[in-house]
């Protein structure tokens, strides 16, 4: 099951890229015998300054057929990391092809396309830059490709 980082803006080099990169490449190696992964990030930007719904058409656009969608939002849902780990392993073994998380700008993502989400996913009553919940999120799917194949890197 492939997945797929959907997020409004580009992420310079720097410590977050480098996190990032790390966390891809530890899942990837971790997930594959899983059946989960690749895992890649495509970004998107709104050059022209059109808003939520500008970059909302963006994200759209950046979705794989078929795929189920996850939004991280505020209002999403709290998770363990067992939790999301176990909600993973269910759309593979439920077929899913591909898990695409959308990562909106600075205002969030479009209501329209947040409501198009199969699920939507929260770190927590805080909102976080979105720069930030990327380098989270790859840290998370790498915990859960750890927590499937049970290895010691989660710790209860």
Request: proline share 4%; aromatic share 6%; charged share 25%.
């Amino acid at each position: 099951m492939r997945l797929h980082i959907c997020a409004v803006g580009r992420l310079r080099a720097g410590p977050e890229r480098d996190l990032i990169d790390d966390y891809l490449t530890r899942f990837d190696r971790t997930g594959r015998a899983l059946g989960l992964g690749p895992a890649n990030i495509v970004e998107v930007e709104d050059k022209k300054g059109g808003g939520m719904e500008a970059e909302a058409a963006l994200l759209e656009r950046a979705l794989p057929k078929g795929a189920v969608i996850v939004a991280l939002d505020e209002r999403g849902r709290v998770m363990t990391s067992p939790d999301f780990a176990d909600r993973l392993a269910q759309h593979r073994d439920q077929g899913a092809q591909d898990v695409a998380f959308l990562i909106g700008g600075a205002d969030g993502i479009a209501p329209g396309l947040r409501n198009r989400a199969d699920w939507a996913l929260s770190f927590g009553k805080m909102v976080w830059p979105h720069m930030l919940a990327r380098t989270m999120l790859t840290e998370q799917l790498y915990r859960a490709a750890t927590i499937l194949a049970g290895s010691p890197y989660h710790r209860v």
